[in-house]
């Protein structure tokens, strides 16, 4: 199975900073015939189910704040927020879909500092 | 647009059965290439992808709950149904039933929309 491990747990920064978030696969999840990476980034708010920010490791979903962005290749991939916003508290996780069975980094506690 | 509802018991017993039924509305079962995947979440932990049924009878499992895991269909009511044997304290958590991202022509295996989930505990 594909081993996904996000950094760090758990992070504080103030409103109006960027985040950075890590997220790395044990093998690549990077199609060579399409040239696609096979990583996905949801926001779960307390209380809710996740939400995709973005696909193909950079694509952002319709509807999602241009402040999310998404980047990386093969077997290291970054979620950055640039300039912190109160409702972008949640917990952050990458998911690969390049082979079955899916799965899922550990999660970024995101708070207010 | 797709909404899904997951029902089943608030509680199981050790050494029982969990049956988790989703109900589909805004897509069938039938349409070509759908795939539905289930994914539970303990409390306050990570997401962990449990199983996946595709429209053309096709399934997927979790490595290591595949013996304990079914997951089927039943077209005729627009459901996915999941079964898990022989339940365990550590197997408390939200599950949840999610339809897999897509656009007029594919599916593809992130997931999007997600049902609000349903949380199962079970006791000692």
């Known amino acids: 199975d594909y081993v996904m491990t996000q950094s760090p747990e758990s992070l504080s920064v103030s409103l109006g900073e960027r985040v950075t978030i890590t997220c790395r696969s044990s093998q690549s999840v990077l199609n060579s015939l399409n040239n696609r990476n096979y990583l996905v980034w949801y926001q779960q708010k307390p209380g809710q189910p996740p939400n995709v920010l973005i696909y193909?490791?950079?694509t952002r979903k319709s509807g999602v704040p241009d402040r999310f962005s998404g980047s990386g290749s093969g077997t290291h991939f970054t979620l950055t927020i640039n300039s912190l916003q109160a409702e972008d508290v949640a917990v952050y996780y990458c998911q690969q879909y390049f082979t079955t069975p899916y799965t899922f980094g550990q999660g970024t506690q995101l708070e207010i500092k | 647009q797709i909404s899904l509802k997951e029902s089943g018991p608030a509680v199981v017993k050790s050494t029982q059965t969990l049956k988790l039924t989703c109900t589909f509305s805004g897509i069938s079962l039938t349409s070509s290439g759908v795939r539905v995947s289930w994914i539970r979440q303990p409390p306050g932990k990570a997401l962990e992808w449990l199983a996946r049924i595709d429209g053309d009878g096709e399934r997927f499992y979790n490595t290591s709950l595949k013996t304990r895991l079914t997951v089927f269909k039943d077209t005729s009511k627009n459901q996915v149904l999941l079964t898990m044997t022989n339940m365990d304290p550590v197997d408390t958590a939200t599950y949840y039933c999610?339809?897999?991202?897509?656009?007029?022509?594919?599916?593809?295996?992130?997931?999007?929309?997600w049902g609000q989930g349903t949380l199962v505990t079970v006791s000692s």
């Open positions: 193909w490791a950079s």
């Open positions: 999610v339809c897999h991202a897509h656009d007029s022509n594919h599916f593809y295996n992130w997931f999007d929309p």
